[in-house]
């Protein structure tokens, strides 16, 4: 039997005041219940990248930045992905679009799914991600989390949580069912 697949549950923007600590933190425990894989929060702030200035793609040379070089050793180390994106401007944040790019065959034929936040449940966020994936090799899944607006105020302005939102759980099951099958 092999060992347990390793999921990244990768944080997606690095601004201060995010969001995206609650929707990582809360996905983070859900994840700690299951055993039948390990799950890791991998913060974009923890690789400071410079912006894509290598000589070529990652596909044909490999990265000479030593934060690039960290990032793919430890995308390389994973079985899978959870990307937590925001949307900014019907799109995914500038630093996961750098950082994606930072790398290449360190994704290649691996399972992602997504928790996305912002106007449309950051829908829009995911299918440009889906399109970076695919070039990537990266096989993205059906089921991702969407955290509409009305959550994020409900968190941002009322006091709420996410426990406040127990559908989100279910979803979240889901997804998280789907990505260690394909994992």
Not at 2 to 19: C, D, E, L, Y
Not at 98 to 127: H, I, T
Not at 154 to 160: N, Q, S
Not at 169 to 179: F, G, P, Q, R, S
Request: no cysteine.
């Amino acid at each position: 039997m092999s060992a347990a697949p390793k999921i990244g549950i990768i944080v997606g923007t690095t601004r201060q005041g995010r969001f995206a600590d609650g929707p990582a933190k809360w996905l983070a425990e859900i994840a700690s219940r299951r055993e039948d894989a390990q799950f890791e929060v991998v913060d974009l702030r923890d690789y400071p990248l410079p912006f894509f200035e290598e000589m070529a793609a990652p596909v044909f040379v490999p990265p000479q930045n030593e934060v690039a070089q960290k990032w793919g050793d430890k995308i390389d180390s994973l079985d899978g992905f959870v990307f937590i994106t925001a949307e900014y401007n019907h799109s995914i944040s500038g630093v996961l679009k750098n950082a994606l790019d930072y790398a290449y065959k360190q994704y290649n034929r691996k399972a992602a799914s997504f928790v996305a936040y912002g106007g449309s449940g950051g829908a829009r966020a995911v299918e440009h991600l889906r399109g970076i994936l695919a070039e990537l090799q990266v096989a993205s899944l059906k089921y991702p989390v969407h955290i509409g607006m009305n959550e994020m105020l409900g968190i941002m302005r009322e006091g709420k949580t996410m426990a406040d939102y127990p559908y989100l759980v279910d979803t979240a099951k889901t997804m998280l069912d789907e990505l260690v099958w394909w994992t």
